[in-house]
């Protein structure tokens, strides 16, 4: 499946942005999906990830109450809906598509990647 992020920009400490995951090629219900975050000197980590028909997801300890993840798989589209933005959520954002698990975690679980968006949170 390929795949294309968008909704990335800079932002202030506190504000909100909406990232959108366009999906084409397979039927998106398919794939678990994924949000990964790339600090600048960092490693790749995961964001969020949510299962196939969104009725299960997991997000990490530092976004967990201000991000969600979403789907509509008819749109084959993921969202992720982020709030109360901090400095430290800075980075290149990407969305991927795991066809081999349910609800994957580490990055060698996902098949397909997009080509990240950047958010930058400053004052």
């Known amino acids: 499946v390929q795949l294309q992020a968008s909704g990335g920009g800079l932002v202030q400490p506190g504000g909100s942005l909406r990232l959108s995951c366009a999906a084409s090629?397979?039927?998106?219900?398919?794939?678990?999906m994924g949000w990964f975050r790339q600090a600048p000197g960092k490693e790749r980590s995961i964001v969020s990830t949510?299962?196939?028909?969104?009725?299960?997801?997991y997000y990490s300890d530092s976004v967990k109450g201000r991000f969600t993840i979403s789907r509509d798989n008819a749109k084959k589209m993921v969202y992720l809906q982020m709030n109360s933005l901090k400095p430290e959520d800075t980075g290149v954002y990407y969305c991927?598509?795991?066809?081999?698990?349910?609800?994957?975690?580490?990055?060698?679980?996902?098949?397909?990647w997009g080509q990240g968006t950047l958010v930058t949170v400053s004052s």
């Open positions: 090629g397979r039927p998106l219900i398919l794939y678990a």
């Open positions: 991927a598509a795991a066809g081999r698990s349910m609800l994957p975690i580490g990055l060698d679980e996902y098949d397909d």
């Open positions: 949510i299962n196939w028909s969104g009725g299960s997801t």
